[in-house]
C-alpha cells in the first residue's frame, strides 16, 4: 500500500466533523505552527518539501509563497481555489466534501504563513451543497479558537470566508478568480502585474488550489525533508488523481509519485483495469486541457521505457510524444471510443468557456467547434483536418491567458496521435455515423510506430 | 409578484457584504444574485436584477454585465425542476449521450424547451465536476449520479410527486 498523506483519515466515520478529526490527529500541525514556529519557518518547510501547485501548472509553492510582495500597511490576502472546471478533475471536491477540516487547517497554517487576515474559498457554483459543509466546519473551527480572534492565544486573527461562482470555467485562471471574486465578470487580467503584487482589490494576494493547501498539514506534520523523500525529483509526496472513464473502478486515488501509469490503470489498488473486459485506446492524463495519448505511448515513453506517473513522466518526450500530469483528471477511453467526438467534446468545452476577450480564442474554439462537428458527422473535408491543425496553432501562444493554450493543445493532440481516425471519418462519412474507428494500431502492446519514436 | 426580499433573507445580504472589507461590497453581487435567482422564480428578471442594483448601491448594468456572463443564472424563465444533464467528454464516453436522448423522448422536449405543464426544462452543460460518477444531471442543489433509464424514471415520479 502507498504511504497516504491526505486521505490516510478519509474512511473514518464522521471525520468531516471537528471532534473526530481533532481526536484523530487533525489540529496537530496547527498547533504545531503556534507552539513555535515563525511565517518565515512555516514557507522554509514548504519549500524544503517541494510541493508544486497541485491546480495544474505545478509550480514551487513555497516559492510562490515567497513572491509575495509585503508592503507596510497594506492587506494581503490567500485565496483558495476550488474552481475545479477542467474537464475530467473531481478531487478537490473530494477533499471539501469528506475532509473540510484538513482544508481549513491547511488554509489556517498557510494564511499564517503569508500574514493574511482574511481568507476566502471561492468555490464553483455548481458544487452547491458544498459551502455548507465547509462553513459548518468553519463554525466549529471558531468555537474551538482555530479561527476568529487571537487564535489559541497567539494575538493571530484569521477570518475564512466562502465564495460561491456561478458556472464559469475560466474563473478558475487566477486573475479571473480575482474579478469575480471582486463582483464582476470573469475576464483574465493581463500580467504583469502578478497577484503577488496587485492581486485582490489591489493587494497581493496568493491564489492556490485546494489540494496544495491540504498538503501543508502533512507537510508540517512529518517535515519538508520527510514529504520530499516520497516521489521522484521533483515530483514530491502524493498526488490526489481522479479517474474516470472506461475503467472498472473510477474514484478518486491518492498515488505517492513513484508508480507506474500502467500499475496506476491495471492495479486493483488504483483503477482496476479496463471495464466490460475492453482493451485499453487512449488516455487524457491530466485534466482536458493535456494532449491526449495512445494507449502505447501512455504506458511506455517512446524511448521504450515504463512511464512513470510524475510531473517529469507524463512529460516524457514533450508533446510530441508525451503529455502532462496537470491536475490530475485522468480520462480513460476504451477500444469503442471515437476520438474526434471526444475531441468535438472538448472543442465545444472551450468555446463555451472563452471569456471572449481575445479573438484568437473567441474566434477560434467555434470555429474548431464547427469544423470538427462537420468531420464527426460525416460531412468533413480531408483539407479541413489541416485547418483543424492550421487554427489551433494561431490561438496558442498568442492570447491573454492559458485558456487559448489549454483549447489548442488537445486537437493538436488528437491529430499528431489519431490523424488516420479523422481521416477515415472524411473517407467514409456513412459509416462513420453507424460506427467507430476502434483500436487501429494504438493499442497496448503493439510498439511504437517508428515515425513517431524516429522523430523524438 | 413584487420583488422584495424577506426580512431574514435581508439579514443574510448584510451578512454576505460584512465578508469583506469597508467599500468592497461589490464582492457582494454574485452571491446575492444567487439568492435573488431561489427567491425570485428560478431566474432573473429585469425586475429582479434592477432590485439587486438598489441593494448594493451600484449601477444596474454593472449587474446585468455579470448575470449574463455566468452560465447558473437563467436569463428566461425555467420550468420548476430544471435538468442540466453533463455533456462533456468523460460523461459522453461513459453514455450521456443516451441519457439526454432518453429524457428528450420520455419528456417529449428537445434541449432547452420545457414541458407544456412548466415543470421540467432541459438544458445540456459542461462538466461539472461529477466525471467518475457518470453520466450525471445537477437538479437543484444536488448531483443525480450514475444515471440509467430506470434512474431518470424515478427521478421524474419524485418531481412528479412533489410537484402535487
Ligand atoms: C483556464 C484555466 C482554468 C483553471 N482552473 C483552475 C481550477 O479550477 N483550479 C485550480 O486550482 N487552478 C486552476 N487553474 C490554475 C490557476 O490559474 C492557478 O495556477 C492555480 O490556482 C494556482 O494554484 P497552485 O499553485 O496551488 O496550483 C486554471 C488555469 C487556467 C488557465
Ligand atoms: S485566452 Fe480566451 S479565456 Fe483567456 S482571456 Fe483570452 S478570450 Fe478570455
Ligand atoms: S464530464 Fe461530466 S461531470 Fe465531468
Redesign the pocket.
Same mark, same amino acid.
Request: net charge negative.
Given at each position: 500500500m502507498a504511504r497516504k498523506l491526505l486521505l490516510d483519515k478519509a474512511h473514518i466515520e464522521n471525520i468531516r466533523y471537528y471532534d473526530v478529526y481533532r481526536a484523530n490527529g487533525g489540529y496537530a500541525a496547527a498547533e504545531k505552527v503556534f507552539k513555535g514556529m515563525s511565517p518565515e519557518q512555516v514557507v522554509e518547510e514548504v519549500k524544503k518539501s517541494g510541493l508544486r501547485?497541485?491546480?495544474?501548472?505545478g509550480?514551487p509553492?513555497g516559492l510562490?509563497w515567497s513572491f509575495l510582495a509585503k508592503p507596510e500597511g497594506v492587506p494581503r490576502y490567500l485565496v483558495c &481555489?476550488a474552481? *475545479?472546471?477542467?474537464p475530467g478533475t473531481f478531487k478537490d471536491r473530494y477533499l471539501m466534501e469528506f475532509l473540510p477540516h484538513l482544508l481549513i487547517e491547511g488554509l489556517l497554517i498557510s494564511s499564517f504563513a503569508l500574514g493574511a487576515h482574511r481568507t476566502y474559498i471561492y468555490i464553483r457554483g455548481e458544487y452547491a451543497w458544498i459551502p455548507d459543509i465547509l462553513e459548518e466546519a468553519i463554525e466549529e473551527a471558531k468555537r474551538n479558537n482555530w479561527l476568529g480572534k487571537n487564535i489559541q492565544g497567539t494575538g493571530y486573527d484569521l477570518e475564512i470566508y466562502v465564495q460561491r461562482g456561478a458556472g464559469a470555467?475560466?474563473c478558475? *485562471?487566477?486573475t479571473a478568480l480575482i474579478e469575480s471574486l471582486e463582483g464582476k465578470r470573469g475576464n483574465p487580467r493581463i500580467k504583469p502585474p502578478f497577484p503577488a503584487v496587485k492581486g485582490l482589490w489591489e493587494s497581493p494576494t496568493v491564489? &492556490? &488550489?485546494?489540494e496544495?493547501l491540504a498538503a501543508v498539514v502533512p507537510i508540517i506534520n512529518i517535515g519538508g525533508e520527510e514529504y520530499a523523500k516520497i516521489g521522484i525529483g521533483k515530483s514530491t509526496g502524493t498526488k490526489l488523481i481522479s479517474a474516470c472513464g472506461n475503467i472498472n473502478k473510477p474514484g478518486v486515488y491518492e498515488i505517492g509519485m513513484d508508480i507506474s501509469v500502467e500499475e496506476f490503470i491495471y492495479s486493483d489498488e488504483y483503477c482496476g483495469g479496463i471495464a466490460n473486459g475492453k482493451r485499453l485506446k487512449a488516455c487524457i492524463p491530466g485534466g482536458s486541457s493535456v494532449p491526449i495519448l495512445p494507449a502505447n505511448l501512455l504506458l511506455k515513453t517512446a524511448k521504450g521505457e515504463p512511464r512513470m506517473m510524475t510531473y517529469e513522466g507524463l512529460n516524457d518526450g514533450g508533446f510530441v510524444t508525451g503529455s502532462m500530469l496537470g491536475?490530475g483528471g485522468f480520462i480513460v477511453l476504451d477500444e469503442d471510443q471515437c476520438v474526434v467526438r471526444n475531441t468535438l467534446t472538448l472543442a465545444r468545452f472551450y468555446h463555451h468557456e472563452s471569456c471572449g476577450q481575445c479573438s484568437p480564442c473567441r474566434e477560434g474554439t467555434g470555429w474548431m467547434k464547427r469544423v470538427l462537428n462537420n468531420i464527426e458527422n460525416g460531412k468533413g473535408k480531408m483539407s479541413d483536418i489541416d485547418l483543424l491543425w492550421d487554427i489551433q496553432r494561431k490561438i496558442e501562444g498568442n492570447t491573454i491567458?492559458?485558456?487559448g493554450d489549454?483549447a489548442a493543445w488537445p486537437i493538436a493532440a488528437a491529430i499528431r496521435h489519431f490523424r488516420d481516425e479523422f481521416e477515415w471519418h472524411v473517407l467514409n462519412p456513412e459509416e462513420c455515423l453507424k460506427r467507430n474507428y476502434g483500436l487501429a494500431h494504438y493499442a497496448d502492446p503493439l510498439p511504437v510506430p517508428a515515425a513517431v519514436a524516429a522523430a523524438v | 409578484m413584487a420583488v422584495q426580499f424577506s426580512e431574514e433573507k435581508l439579514n443574510k445580504v448584510k451578512e454576505i457584504i460584512a465578508r469583506y472589507p469597508e467599500g468592497k461590497h461589490k464582492s457582494a453581487l454574485i452571491p446575492v444574485l444567487h439568492l435573488a435567482q431561489e427567491s425570485f422564480g428560478g431566474w432573473l428578471s429585469a425586475e429582479t436584477m434592477d432590485y439587486v442594483a438598489s441593494l448594493l448601491q451600484i449601477t444596474p448594468i454593472e449587474v446585468y454585465e455579470v448575470a449574463t456572463f455566468y452560465s447558473m443564472f437563467n436569463m428566461q424563465p425555467v420550468g420548476k425542476y430544471l435538468f442540466e444533464v453533463c455533456q462533456t467528454g468523460p460523461c459522453m464516453i461513459s453514455g450521456s449521450d443516451q441519457i439526454i436522448d432518453y429524457i428528450k423522448k420520455k419528456l417529449g422536449i428537445g434541449v432547452g424547451e420545457t414541458t407544456a405543464d412548466g415543470l421540467f426544462t432541459l438544458k445540456t452543460v459542461e462538466c461539472l465536476g461529477a466525471c467518475g460518477y457518470a453520466p450525471m444531471m445537477q437538479l437543484g442543489k444536488h448531483f443525480r449520479e450514475h444515471l440509467t433509464p430506470e434512474k431518470v424514471d424515478a427521478i421524474i415520479e419524485e418531481c412528479r410527486a412533489k410537484a402535487n
Open positions: 501547485g497541485r491546480g495544474g501548472a509550480f509553492t510562490k &481555489n474552481d *475545479e472546471s477542467e470555467y475560466i478558475g *485562471e487566477e491564489v &492556490n &488550489n485546494v496544495t491536475s491567458c492559458p485558456l489549454a | -
